[in-house]
């Protein structure tokens, strides 16, 4: 099962009554899918930094979904590994009064991407074709008399169409994301939120009420993906029910989108080039014979004559950063995945990251208390990981050493 099976692009018709909310693909469970989550995350942090370096293409990611599906862990989880300069996260909540007293659209053109930055709009303008169709709030809008109340949903999904098209023909791409959790499992969840004390901030009680319209919102989620999926801008529909195949499968569709832009280092023009020289051999003036050993200091490429000491130093940056992950992954993430292979998909490379610089405080601690399964996978290390994570600290330090003796 690829990910053409969750995408709709125009030609498929998305059945919301037949769609499988509990779907995990070709995987029995969590652990089989970490390792091919934690390469997906790497390849994403990669195309990242060459996209934001090419500033040729902007990349919106839309997220749709009921509430508890999951939305907010996806993107903090997905998106976890991409560089903050070049990426930023659009919470869309009901308008205000000035955003309600121009057109729909309007408030999204300030949201709108530069090239080579990805924007994540958590909500975004399909809202006034799911909520705004469901509760029909345009009817309270005041329009001259040629708008007809009749028309406007019908209206606004050929407007959307229209300006998915302009921004992909101007250099913006939009991929949609619908997270499709049961009506079952979203009960669940709301029951967890309101017994877990900490869960306890997300319960709504607007969340409740929409529950009640939950028909309604299934049939407006499914003439809106069949309304306005396109081959440029084409909707995948996420199966939600379990959190870790969810962010499994976007994480795989922000990989292709990003595998399908394919941007590049920007290759320098000649002039550029030439001007690199210059300063090159003004700052090695400027350092004279004691501060700068040419021979010491160059990489054995430099020996290339049609390469000029700029690309050289990039590509030996690329190849050392490739050596580094290929370490990484060979001594820590392959502990690391085994680990959280036992109890829970990982949510941030950064919650790695702090679990091993944790260390020492972990020495001296207690075992924890068991806690309940967390909804979120937020659930705390167990003792064993704990364990599992003084030795991947221990094989860091042992790689350093090595490192240190190349
Ligand atoms: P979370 O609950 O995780 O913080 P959320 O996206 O559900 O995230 P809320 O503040 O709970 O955030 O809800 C935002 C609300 O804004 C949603 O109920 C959504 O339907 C509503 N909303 C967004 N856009 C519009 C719109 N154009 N018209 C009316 N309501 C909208
Ligand atoms: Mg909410």
Known sequence: MGIADYAYKGKRRFNIAKFDCADTGE??????AVNEFVENLLVINKKQQKLYSERKEGVIFVFQAMDAAGKDGVIRTVFATLSPHGVKEYCFKVPSSEEKSHDFLWRFWSALPARGFISIFNRSYYEDVLVGKVHEFYKNDVVPDRVKESDVIENRYRQIVDFERYLYQTGTRVVKIFLNVSKEEQARRFIS???????????????????????????????MINKTSTTHSPWY?????HKWFARLLVSRI???????????YP???????????????????S???????EQEKQPKEFADPSLVPAELIQQEALKKQQEADERIKKAGFKKVRELLAENYMINSMQEIM???????????????????????????PTEEIRRGMREIDARMEEI?????GE
């Open 287 to 293: 350092l004279g014979k004691e501060g700068y050993h």
């Open 354 to 380: 702090d679990a091993i610089a944790a260390q020492e405080d972990v020495h001296e601690e207690a075992p924890p208390p068991k806690e309940e399964e967390d909804d979120d996978g937020q659930d705390r």
């Open 254 to 264: 922000v990989k292709k989108t990003l595998e399908e832009i394919n941007p590049q």
């Open 27 to 32: 995987f029995t469970n969590r652990d089989e």
């Open 237 to 241: 529909v996420v199966p939600a029910d």
């Open 400 to 404: 350093e050493e090595e490192n240190k």
């Open 267 to 285: 290759p320098l023009d000649e002039e550029t080039k030439a001007a690199l020289q210059e300063y090159r051999a003004k700052l090695i003036d």
């Open 193 to 223: 939120r309101i017994d877990v004390q900490r869960k306890n901030w997300k319960v709504s009680s607007n969340d409740l009420k929409e529950r009640e319209y939950w028909d309604k919102y299934m049939e407006a989620f499914e003439t």
